[in-house]
């Protein structure tokens, strides 16, 4: 004797949704195998080339001027392109913002803008990054970030030459690549 009809309709809803678990399962197994892998990369395959280089003399308004669209850091060079600092949109805020102390606007709120003006990139910037080798991989730049809470990593090679920037962004889209 067949069962009744509302038995073979639970009966399909329960397969389809053990189905329907073997395949998350497996997916997730996946993304665990891809995320793994990603870790291996090397740094130097997602970094960005493209960084807004400045040196340590060049005026904040240049800096303010170049951090625009995707750019979102800066690192600080010398002649032959040796990392002497870098520079978040973050650090620029903080240079800005106003003393605790002042609740209104007044004089000597005004002086201290006024002389910002003058400022060099060398007065806000961060004398010692943390960086990262250009020979690393991604799993080291990622426990980096996540120890230091740092969002983008100057790469550099051993005698200090910059060779790009790896921010959490590009690892992110390298996820949602591998993940897809």
């Known amino acids: ?3 009744k009809p509302g038995e073979a309709k639970s009966n399909k809803a329960r397969m389809l949704h053990t189905k329907k678990r073997l395949l998350q399962l497996q997916r997730r197994e996946e993304l665990s195998h891809n ?4 870790s291996k990369v090397p740094v130097r395959i997602v970094m960005n080339r493209e960084v807004l280089k400045l040196h340590p003399s060049d005026s904040l308004s240049k800096l303010v001027y ?6 979102s850091c800066a690192v600080v060079v010398d002649g032959k392109d040796h990392l002497k600092g870098f520079i978040t949109m973050k650090d620029l805020l903080h240079f800005f913002q106003p003393p605790k102390r002042y609740s209104i606007v007044g004089i000597s709120m005004l002086k201290r803008y006024s002389m910002n003006r003058t400022s060099h990139v060398k007065d806000i910037m961060v004398k010692k990054p ?3 080798s250009v020979e690393e991989n991604l799993g080291k730049a990622i426990g980096l970030m996540i120890e230091t809470g740092k969002h ?3 790469v550099v090679d051993g005698e200090g030459k910059v060779h790009g920037i790896v921010e959490v962004r590009d690892i992110i889209r390298l996820v949602r690549i591998v993940s897809s």
Do not use: A, C, F, S
């Not at 995320?35 to 990603?38: S, T």
């Not at 170049?66 to 750019?71: F, M, N, P």
């Open 35 to 38: 995320i793994r892998y990603i």
């Open 130 to 132: 943390i960086t990262i």
């Open 152 to 154: 983008h990593l100057p």
């Open 66 to 71: 170049e951090l625009r669209g995707e750019k």
């Open 1 to 3: 004797m067949e069962g």
